[in-house]
């Protein structure tokens, strides 16, 4: 079991920055790929940044030079660096953690409770 925990949310202006954190607990997520995903009112939940144990990392193309995804394993924590904030942004961010099992055929997938950003004037 993987409990997930998000913070750093808020109001922020446009062009702003904000940081979010998501504290992991429960078991060591070292090995497993960690993403933030958003979710606008109205709109599908939505993959914005990723990254694996091994620290690749992946991005989607509207938030490409703006946003940093990190992770310090000793900490068990995931960060989201973001910059250049837009109007656009407005959503709830939610961590994710999953872990594929070769042997078993199947994904292990856990959610946060999700932290509300909002950008605006």
């Known amino acids: 079991q993987v409990q997930l925990v998000e913070s750093g949310g808020g109001l922020v202006q446009p062009g702003g920055s904000l940081r979010l954190s998501c504290a992991a607990s429960?078991?060591?997520?070292?090995?497993?790929?960690m993403g933030w995903y958003r979710q606008a009112p109205g709109k599908e939940r939505e993959l914005v940044a990723e990254?694996?144990?091994?620290?690749?990392?992946d991005y989607s193309d509207s938030v490409k030079g703006r946003f940093t995804i990190s992770r310090d394993n000793a900490k068990g924590t995931v960060y989201l660096q973001m910059n250049s904030l837009k109007s656009e942004d407005t959503a709830v961010f939610y961590c994710?953690?999953?872990?594929?099992?070769?042997?078993?055929?199947?994904?292990?997938?856990?959610w946060g409770q999700g932290t509300q950003v909002t950008v605006s004037s």
């Open positions: 994710n953690a999953k872990l594929y099992h070769v042997w078993l055929g199947r994904w292990s997938a856990y």
């Open positions: 429960g078991s060591d997520v070292s090995s497993y790929t």
């Open positions: 990254i694996t144990g091994g620290g690749t990392t």
